[in-house]
């Protein structure tokens, strides 16, 4: 198991994966794009299927709907099943904010890479414009077969985890078992009535005894989460949020720092990175176990988007994932003070609250008409 940062070092792991896959490839994501990092995943996934690997491509309908024909078709030409997950206006239901923004690659039903990055440029390390700061995972073992029979059930369009020959570990697990560590598989699908990972937070909530990090792009969270941080915080947990200084979307921006004041109040330390976009999605409790993967801490991740994340209990790595997150405070990110929060002008303040209503009006009108599937 590994802890991937996103830019060259995750794209490098990603097409040595897909190069060395014998059986079976599954990669879903939100965004892929036809540029210089796309067209290098998508050479890695045409020679696998060449080498008549049975290669599964599935991207979000919307996110991705840019990729020109030819492209696509140059992948399917090549062997590459390739599906659009409820391409616009053609899905049954026309849950129009109901997206796969779940990042997982699957290789041989043995390895496993689950996290928050894109398949595009700005998630890659590139002359002058290094990536967005990101995070996955790398796992090796049982749990790459839960992720497999996962890839297949999303593929499929069904609720059950599909067991087929592609998701038989066929490359062996070759980890000491001194290394072994415990790992969980945590889903959100709040249509198809999955709420793992929001309930993984919810756990670190109740259960934190001594601090908890949160490193979260688009950070606005629902009352739920509040309340629960709330009674954390009030058990004497110490709480920290890593949170981008310079976000892709400004009016989320402007939005989260409306939440800052709320923040300060409860005690909560807040740091802004300040050298890139900050993308990664992930929560360490008590370095004791963490989450990592897709889910943003927002109500569109808890109530309407898909989302993969793994839950990892193991002391002795989740301490190193720790001190990742504490280097990463000390060198690249300023401490928002409560100084500052309370000398913000009346303008700034009112332009903030705009923005605020305005993302949880429009998370209402994504999330209002969805109905739980039986």
């Not at 994501?29 to 491509?57: H, K, M, P, Q």
């Not at 301490?319 to 929060?341: H, R």
Request: one cysteine or more; aromatic letters at 12%; a neutral charge.
């Amino acid at each position: 198991m590994q802890l991937i940062r996103g830019g060259r070092e995750y794209f490098d792991l990603v097409v040595d994966l897909v190069n060395k896959a014998r059986h079976s490839v599954h990669l879903q994501t939100y965004i892929f794009e036809n540029d210089a990092t796309g067209s290098l995943v998508a050479e890695a996934l045409a020679n696998a299927a060449e080498r008549n690997v049975e290669v599964f491509l599935l991207l979000d309908g919307y996110a991705s709907q840019g990729l020109p024909d030819a492209f696509i078709e140059g992948l399917e030409a090549s062997g590459v099943h390739f599906r659009y997950f409820e391409p616009l206006f053609k899905s049954r239901n026309f849950y129009f904010g109901r997206r796969l923004h779940s990042k997982v690659l699957v290789v041989d039903a043995s390895y496993a890479v689950v996290g928050g990055v894109n398949i595009t440029d700005r998630y890659n390390d590139m002359p002058g414009q290094p990536a967005w700061l990101d995070f996955a995972l790398f796992a090796e073992g049982p749990v790459a077969v839960e992720a497999c029979e996962l890839c297949r059930s999303v593929w499929s369009g069904t609720l059950r985890r599909i067991k087929s020959a592609d998701c038989e570990p066929h490359s062996g697990f070759h980890f000491d078992e001194n290394e072994a560590s415990l790992v969980r598989l945590r889903r959100n699908d709040w249509v198809n009535n999955r709420l793992q990972i929001s309930n993984s937070y919810l756990e670190m909530f109740r259960t934190a005894t001594s601090h908890i990090t949160i490193l979260s792009s688009y950070a606005l969270p629902g009352n739920v989460f509040r309340k629960n941080l709330e009674r954390a915080i009030k058990r004497g947990v110490k709480v920290r949020m890593i949170i981008s200084g310079e976000s892709d979307v400004k009016v989320v921006k402007a939005a989260e720092k409306y939440w800052y004041a709320w923040l300060v109040r409860n005690n909560i330390e807040i740091f802004e990175y300040t050298k890139n976009v900050l993308h990664g999605k992930l929560a360490v409790c008590d370095s004791e176990w963490m989450t990592i993967g897709s889910y943003n801490v927002n109500d569109l991740s808890a109530y309407v988007s898909i989302e993969l994340n793994f839950d990892v209990r193991d002391p002795n790595f989740v301490k190193k994932v720790d001190e990742t997150l504490q280097q990463i405070i000390d060198t690249d990110c300023v401490k928002i003070s409560p100084d500052s929060i309370a000398q913000t002008n009346t303008f700034k303040r009112l332009v903030r609250w705009l923005s605020y209503t305005l993302i949880r009006i429009t998370f209402s009108l994504t999330t209002f008409y969805y109905r739980k599937q039986k």
